[in-house]
C-alpha cells in the first residue's frame, strides 16, 4: 500500500494539471500588437553603444598600442627586400626568354628558307661532327 501511495498522487496531480493549448492559426497581427516598442527601442540603443564602444577601443588600440595589434615591421621589410629580389629574377629571366625567343625566330627562319631552296621532295640532310679521315689499320702514324 505504501508502494502505491506516490503512484496515486502523481497520477492525481497529472490529471489535475490545466492542458496546454494547442496552437491554432498563426496570427501576426495580434502578436504585433503585444510587442513593447519600448524595449525594442532601448535594444537598439544598447546594441549601438556596444558598436561603439568597440570601435573607439579597436581605434584607440591601432593609435596608441599598434605593436600589439599589429605586425612586426621589422621583419616585413626583409620579406618585402626577398619579394623585391624575387621580381628582380624574375623580369631578367623574363627578358632573356626574350631575347632567345627572337633568336630562335631568326634560325626558324633560315631554317625554312634552306628548307624551300632545297625542293619538297629532297631528302633530309644528316648533320653532325665532321669525322676524321680513316686511315688503313696497317699505316704507321
Given at each position: 500500500?505504501s508502494r502505491l501511495?506516490?503512484?496515486?498522487?502523481?497520477?492525481a496531480?497529472?490529471s489535475a494539471?490545466?492542458?496546454k493549448?494547442?496552437p491554432?492559426?498563426w496570427?501576426?497581427g495580434a502578436?504585433?500588437a503585444r510587442?513593447?516598442?519600448?524595449?525594442c527601442a532601448?535594444?537598439?540603443l544598447v546594441?549601438?553603444?556596444w558598436k561603439?564602444?568597440?570601435?573607439s577601443?579597436?581605434r584607440n588600440?591601432l593609435l596608441?598600442d599598434?605593436?600589439?595589434?599589429?605586425p612586426?615591421?621589422?621583419r616585413?621589410?626583409?620579406l618585402?627586400g626577398a619579394?623585391?629580389?624575387l621580381?628582380?629574377?624574375?623580369?631578367?629571366?623574363?627578358?632573356?626568354l626574350g631575347?632567345?625567343?627572337?633568336?630562335?625566330a631568326?634560325v626558324?627562319?633560315?631554317?625554312?628558307q634552306?628548307?624551300?631552296?632545297?625542293?619538297p621532295?629532297?631528302?633530309?640532310?644528316?648533320?653532325?661532327?665532321?669525322q676524321?679521315?680513316?686511315?688503313?689499320p696497317?699505316?704507321p702514324?
Open positions: 500500500m501511495l506516490p503512484l496515486l498522487l502523481l497520477a496531480l497529472g494539471a490545466k492542458p493549448q494547442q491554432g492559426a496570427d501576426n502578436d504585433a510587442v513593447p516598442v519600448k524595449g532601448n535594444l537598439t546594441l549601438d553603444n561603439f564602444a568597440i570601435t577601443q579597436m588600440l596608441f599598434h605593436q600589439n595589434v599589429l612586426d615591421y621589422g616585413i621589410r626583409s618585402s619579394l623585391d629580389d621580381y628582380r629574377d624574375f623580369s631578367s629571366l623574363k627578358e632573356e631575347r632567345l625567343s627572337a633568336r630562335f631568326e626558324e627562319a633560315f631554317v625554312d634552306l628548307s624551300r631552296a632545297r625542293g621532295g629532297a631528302p633530309p640532310r644528316r648533320r653532325g661532327l665532321p676524321p679521315a680513316r686511315r688503313p696497317d699505316t702514324q
